[in-house]
């Protein structure tokens, strides 16, 4: 996988520590700094000018670039932001670091489902990932949301505006686990990890079945009973 998720870091001790908590292992302790869950790539980027956001990778983008209108020179690449006002680096080389997915174990936080996204640009937040070469794989305008991948296998999940009753962080993961959810809630609790709410939103009986944590950089993770 060459795809990879940019978090910032205020500490990064700090920021090493909550993916090792969380049993993330990390790939490389040099720049770039890459720690993975078998399935999502993290860049924990210490520069202060760095941003959450998606790192793609390709030894060219002109086809690309000459679809988008605001687009930002940066080094060895380009920046431009997502209708959703994510963060997007592309990077003119084929040096995304090649992930094997079966080589790391997951996280405690269970199944990786990718990003998601919240939108008041809906469809064109579609339009989009797909001028990125992203694919449309589930959901519609009627449901609320659509998840499309790219060719590295990074589900992106758009979610329509005022579709999640909850907090929200552009850009956020997110860990699907079923029925399994609760007993990954309390081993979260239990490494003592900051939890940034605690919702009860979807429960009838007002039991706390899906939590939302952040990193030290403030990149969000749901981890939902979905």
């Known amino acids: 996988m060459n795809t990879r998720i940019q978090t910032p870091t205020p500490n990064l001790e700090d920021s090493l520590n909550f993916y090792k908590?969380?049993?993330?292992?990390?790939?490389?302790?040099?720049?770039?700094?890459?720690?993975?869950?078998?399935t999502i790539?993290?860049?924990?980027?210490?520069?202060?000018?760095?941003?959450?956001?998606?790192k793609l990778f390709d030894e060219n983008w002109t086809f690309v670039l000459e679809q988008f209108k605001n687009v930002a020179p940066i080094a060895n690449g380009h920046l431009l932001s997502d209708p959703s006002g994510t963060w997007i680096?592309?990077?003119?080389?084929?040096?995304?670091?090649?992930?094997?997915r079966q080589i790391f174990p997951k996280s405690v936080l269970?199944?990786?489902?990718?990003v998601s996204l919240e939108s008041i640009a809906f469809k064109d937040s579609i339009t989009f990932y797909e001028?990125?070469?992203?694919k449309k794989e589930e959901g519609n305008l009627s449901q609320g949301w659509t998840s499309l991948k790219n060719k590295d296998g990074l589900i992106v999940t758009i979610m329509k505006d005022n579709a999640c009753p909850h907090l929200f962080f552009n850009p956020s993961l997110t860990y699907f686990n079923g029925a399994k959810n609760?007993?990954?809630?309390?081993?979260?609790?239990?490494?003592?990890?900051?939890?940034?709410?605690?919702?009860?939103?979807?429960?009838s009986?007002?039991?706390v079945d899906n939590i939302i944590i952040r990193d030290p950089g403030g990149l969000g993770f749901f981890i939902f009973n979905d």
């Open 41 to 54: 790539l993290i860049e924990i980027n210490p520069n202060r000018f760095a941003r959450a956001g998606i």
């Open 205 to 207: 009986e007002g039991a």
């Open 110 to 114: 269970g199944n990786s489902m990718g």
């Open 182 to 203: 609760e007993k990954v809630i309390e081993t979260i609790r239990s490494l003592e990890i900051p939890i940034t709410e605690e919702i009860t939103y979807f429960n």
């Open 21 to 38: 908590q969380l049993g993330f292992t990390v790939v490389s302790d040099k720049n770039p700094i890459l720690v993975s869950d078998g």
């Open 131 to 134: 001028k990125l070469g992203f």
């Open 89 to 100: 680096y592309l990077m003119e080389a084929d040096q995304g670091t090649k992930l094997d």
